[in-house]
């Protein structure tokens, strides 16, 4: 891997994480959950967590167009937060599961083809 090839993965590259709380009480309230929940998918997002999906993008520019995207299917109700951070620190983000530590992440294969 040249230089350049490390740079855009580990800096050029962004993680968008996206945290939501949404309210189920009512079956409309159910609907649009799952309307943003598979709108996230659709839009290439990965499930990290139960409320907590993530992606890469190429840059700010990318990031910001995402957040655009994002704005435009909001659900009604509910809260919705949105974090950025580069491929370097979506690495080595500490992850524990059933008590266990994690080992580091390994960045998809897809991030040395930009």
Request: glycine residues 6%.
């Amino acid at each position: 891997m040249s230089h350049h090839d490390t740079y855009l993965s580990g800096y050029r590259i962004m993680w968008i994480l996206v945290m939501f709380d949404l309210p189920t009480d009512t079956k409309l309230q159910r609907k649009a959950a799952t309307k943003f929940r598979e709108y996230l998918l659709d839009e290439g997002f990965e499930r990290s967590q139960f409320s907590v999906y993530a992606r890469f993008v190429n840059g700010k520019e990318g990031f910001a167009t995402r957040v655009r995207r994002i704005e435009q299917n909001l659900p009604s109700w509910g809260d919705v937060q949105i974090l950025n951070f580069t491929d370097r620190q979506y690495r080595d983000i500490v992850h524990f599961s059933d008590q266990g530590r994690r080992p580091k992440r390994k960045n998809p294969d897809q991030l040395v083809l930009f």
